[in-house]
């Protein structure tokens, strides 16, 4: 360079270019995957926190509350409480419940009872690679979640 010019030269910035592209190129992808495990985890401890919510109600109210899981529409509510959690499209869920407590093919339920106690149940929700349990004894009503 001559005394006097400054800048960068053309070369300089197309090599900062070329560098910037390979890392979006690199790392791009993994935030996409980062969503879809963010989504899981998310729904994953909003549906833990409904189990231990309709255990809770049941204890309280006095009377057995039935948590019901429709893997046909994606979604999990509570008897009598019109709030419902939908299940994310990329999260795939199964569901592993007291025959007494599936109402139809594709729906499910829990049954938390008045004394803490519970029909118990297993769900494990997954998106891509990472999955999650959520257990619930029968004996103790106690919700557990576990990575997979």
Same mark, same amino acid.
């Given at each position: 360079?001559?005394?006097? *010019?400054?800048?960068?030269? $053309? %070369?300089?910035l197309m090599v900062v270019l070329l560098v910037?592209? =390979? /890392?979006?190129?690199? @790392? #791009?992808?993994?935030?996409?995957?980062?969503?879809?495990?963010?989504? %899981?985890?998310?729904?994953?401890?909003?549906?833990?926190?409904?189990?231990r919510d309709a255990r809770i109600g049941a204890?309280?109210?006095?009377?057995?509350? !039935? =948590?019901? @899981?429709d893997l046909g529409k994606r979604t999990v509510?509570?008897?009598?409480?019109?709030? *419902? $959690? /939908? @299940?994310?499209?990329? !999260?795939?869920?199964?569901?592993?419940?007291?025959?007494?407590? *599936?109402?139809?093919?594709?729906?499910? #339920?829990?049954?938390?009872?008045?004394?803490?106690?519970?029909?118990?149940?297993? %769900?494990? $929700?997954?998106?891509?690679?990472?999955?999650?349990? @959520?257990?619930?004894?029968?004996?103790? #009503?106690? !919700?557990?979640?576990?990575?997979?």
């Amino acid at each position: 360079m001559r005394q006097g *010019q400054h800048g960068f030269t $053309l %070369l300089e910035l197309m090599v900062v270019l070329l560098v910037l592209a =390979l /890392l979006a190129a690199l @790392i #791009g992808p993994r935030f996409g995957r980062s969503r879809d495990a963010d989504s %899981l985890q998310a729904t994953v401890y909003e549906l833990a926190s409904r189990c231990r919510d309709a255990r809770i109600g049941a204890i309280r109210s006095g009377s057995d509350t !039935v =948590l019901l @899981i429709d893997l046909g529409k994606r979604t999990v509510s509570v008897r009598g409480n019109p709030r *419902q $959690l /939908l @299940i994310p499209a990329a !999260v795939t869920i199964h569901s592993e419940t007291s025959t007494s407590e *599936q109402t139809w093919k594709s729906v499910s #339920g829990i049954r938390f009872h008045p004394n803490g106690s519970s029909s118990g149940g297993t %769900l494990r $929700l997954q998106a891509g690679q990472h999955a999650y349990e @959520i257990r619930v004894n029968w004996f103790t #009503g106690r !919700v557990s979640v576990e990575r997979l």
